[in-house]
């Protein structure tokens, strides 16, 4: 624990932290379904997973052939078991023929030293 004591105005001002260290470890990164198939009008989910260490603060981008981001869910944290396990899905509704091809996950560490990369590739069917 850090203690931090000051004056203020003339009185004693006393603050305590708890110092943290993060984590930077992001290991078996991978989106699932891969590959994905689904049919033209129909809804598509996506996860992008992987594992971490307790403290693990990171931020997921998707990247869409369309460009389209229906509806990016919040990031999951599975504690508490280690590995922990984060992820963020993404779903496209009434999916089209543009939506087919590679999708991208990128995670980036807090401080934006560190990227990790997975990609799936989507097939769309019908006209």
């Not at 603050?15 to 598509?44: E, F, H, W």
């Not at 981001?69 to 089209?96: A, F, N, R």
């Amino acid at each position: 624990m850090l203690t931090c004591v000051t004056k203020v105005d003339g009185e004693e001002v006393v603050s305590n932290y708890i110092p943290q260290r993060i984590s930077n470890v992001l290991k078996k990164l991978k989106i699932t379904p891969d590959p994905a198939r689904v049919l033209v009008g129909d809804t598509l989910d996506l996860n992008c997973t992987g594992e971490t260490t307790h403290n693990g603060i990171f931020t997921f981008q998707w990247h869409t052939p369309a460009n389209r981001s229906d509806s990016e869910k919040p990031g999951k944290y599975i504690p508490p078991s280690l590995p922990i396990v984060v992820s963020k899905s993404i779903t496209l509704l009434k999916v089209t023929t543009k939506d087919a091809g590679v999708y991208n996950c990128t995670v980036v560490l807090f401080d934006s030293t560190k990227r990790k990369h997975a990609s799936a590739n989507v097939a769309v069917f019908g006209e």
